[in-house]
């Protein structure tokens, strides 16, 4: 189970760190991701992590302002998203599965299996 946490309303140029953590999610996954989904939009791929040697990967619209980390111990992986836009606002969830997934495929929601329920952030002046 997958649970997402640490949305909220923020101001743009603004910071918030979202996390999520899995609970009862086998050792061996293969990757986690988090997506976003804003209002009358798809679904889109922000970030992920491997579990195997923590390469990690970006949409271009988040490079350079997101950073995505994971916390072994805690079974928990966070989103930190600095330099927040109002282009940035919709419901992020995190993903994971067991499949290894072709990396640069990591993006493509039908390679997740395990979804979270979602957190909302907006992004307001």
């Known amino acids: 189970q997958l649970v997402e946490s640490g949305g909220g309303l923020v101001h743009p140029g603004g910071s918030l760190r979202l996390s999520c953590t899995a609970s009862?999610?086998?050792?061996?996954?293969?990757?986690i991701a988090w997506f976003r989904q804003a209002p009358g939009k798809e679904r889109e791929g922000v970030s992920c992590?491997?579990?195997?040697?923590?390469?990690?990967y970006y949409a271009d619209s988040v490079k350079g302002r997101f950073t995505i980390a994971r916390d072994s111990a805690k079974n928990t992986v966070y989103l930190q998203m600095n330099s927040l836009k109002p282009e940035d606002t919709g419901v992020y969830y995190c993903?994971?599965?067991?499949?290894?997934?072709?990396?640069?495929?990591?993006?493509?929601?039908?390679?997740?299996?395990?979804w979270g329920q979602g957190t909302q952030v907006t992004v307001s002046s």
């Open positions: 009862g999610l086998p050792l061996d996954y293969y990757a």
């Open positions: 992590i491997i579990r195997s040697d923590g390469s990690t």
């Open positions: 993903a994971t599965d067991l499949q290894a997934i072709p990396r640069d495929e990591w993006s493509l929601m039908g390679h997740y299996g395990s």
